[in-house]
């Protein structure tokens, strides 16, 4: 039987593939994906800050598939290697890189599809919620 989060996980990404689920990017089953309206510049390129926010959401759904839902960003970085244009197809892939106690480091990267060339890689840290420690100071 497959894991539950794993599940919710994918039951998530078809949901945002139909529009079932609010999300400013349409994102395919095929891991594609096109900016709607407001996420271009005056350039007709993708802004920066849609691409880091679908890293931030595709990055969420690959920590949801290890472990649940409840967890709060502690590092969040984008670095920018090229422009994406408006309406054109990028794929995305997004790895967990480590787990440590309640830390979970996941990479996400985005590549134009065709070519494969790198438009931006994010890396992000997340922790579970838990119960609030004890300061050590």
Do not use: C
């Not at 106690?101 to 919620?129: C, D, F, P, T, Y």
């Amino acid at each position: 039987m497959e894991d539950s989060n794993l599940q919710k996980s994918r039951q998530l990404i078809e949901d945002l593939s139909k529009g079932v689920v609010g999300s400013e990017l349409e994102i395919s089953t095929s891991k594609a994906s096109k900016s709607s309206q407001p996420t271009k510049d005056q350039n007709g390129n993708w802004q920066a800050g849609a691409i880091a926010t679908m890293i931030d959401n595709v990055g969420a759904i690959a920590v949801h598939s290890l472990g649940g839902p409840a967890r709060v960003s502690l590092d969040f970085s984008v670095s920018y290697f090229s422009t994406a244009k408006f309406k054109e197809e990028i794929e995305i892939e997004a790895k967990v890189v480590k787990e440590r106690g309640r830390l979970i480091l996941h990479v996400v990267e985005v590549r134009r599809k065709n070519g494969g060339e790198l438009i931006a890689i994010g890396k992000q840290w997340m922790a579970s919620k838990g119960q609030a420690s004890t300061s050590r100071l």
